[in-house]
């Protein structure tokens, strides 16, 4: 059964701490990508990766980092730099530039 | 230049009735034009996608209209039904992996 899976579907975090959400794919695309999403608002991307061991900014990267060692995962990892952190956070694949597949997703909520 | 601005911001209509959402773009290199339909707690799934070099694209009762000099595009939904209920997104991308997204519309289709 293929597809995309983020772990966990609801993240609790407290103040000053980093947290890392997981993203696994076994579409075998080689492409993976984070976005952010606020109620009310559109996508935003945080970070992307078109190849394995190679990454780039997105439009919202501050406070955040990523890893691509592998083709399948490209964990995110919010730091406590995230000035507003709490947000619904997803995660895609493609194989081309085109057509994006979209993950389950992860609320993360700072209390 | 690099906004994707949509409307409404979100949409009453009742069933069997027709739910048009419009998205305008800015950048004339944009090649690219899909939409994705998200249900609550759920990722996005790509619906329908358009290039400009054909001015409409219809799967069953979805259709996209492409005004290539005017930089806008359309979803259209024929015979709305209750379960079409869901958040609509626009999207626009040139030549890469970066998708731009526009704010979304909440479609609500009563019985």
């Known amino acids: 059964d293929g597809g995309i899976t983020q772990s966990p579907k609801y993240l609790f975090r407290k103040e000053g701490q980093n947290v890392t959400l997981s993203c696994e794919q076994n579409?075998?695309?080689?492409?993976m990508y984070w976005y952010r999403q606020d109620p009310g608002q559109g996508l935003r991307l945080i970070y992307y990766?078109?190849?394995?061991?190679?990454?780039q900014k997105g439009d919202i990267a501050e406070g955040y980092s990523v890893s691509r060692e592998k083709k399948e995962s490209f964990p995110l990892t919010v730091t406590s730099a995230q000035k507003n952190p709490t947000a619904f956070y997803l995660c895609?694949?493609?194989?081309?530039?085109?057509?994006?597949?979209f993950g389950p997703g992860t609320r993360l909520t700072v209390l | 230049q690099q906004q994707v601005k949509q409307s409404p911001q979100s949409l009453i209509v009742q069933k069997g009735g027709i739910s048009i959402i419009n998205c305008a773009y800015e950048?004339?290199?944009?090649?690219?034009f899909p939409w994705y339909q998200q249900f609550p707690g759920k990722g996005p799934a790509l619906l329908i996608a358009?290039?400009?070099?054909?001015s409409e694209k219809k799967e069953g009762r979805f259709t996209i209209s492409f005004n290539k000099s005017a930089k806008q595009f359309s979803l259209h939904i024929m015979d709305s039904q209750p379960g079409d209920s869901a958040t609509y997104f626009c999207?626009?991308?040139?030549?890469?992996?970066?998708?731009?997204f526009g704010s979304g519309t909440r479609l609500l289709v009563r019985p």
């Open positions: 895609a694949s493609s194989m081309n530039r085109d057509t994006q597949y």
């Open positions: 579409l075998n695309h080689d492409a």
């Open positions: 990766s078109q190849i394995v061991n190679d990454f």
């Open positions: 950048n004339t290199a944009f090649d690219y």
């Open positions: 358009i290039r400009p070099d054909v």
């Open positions: 999207a626009a991308s040139r030549s890469s992996y970066k998708l731009i």
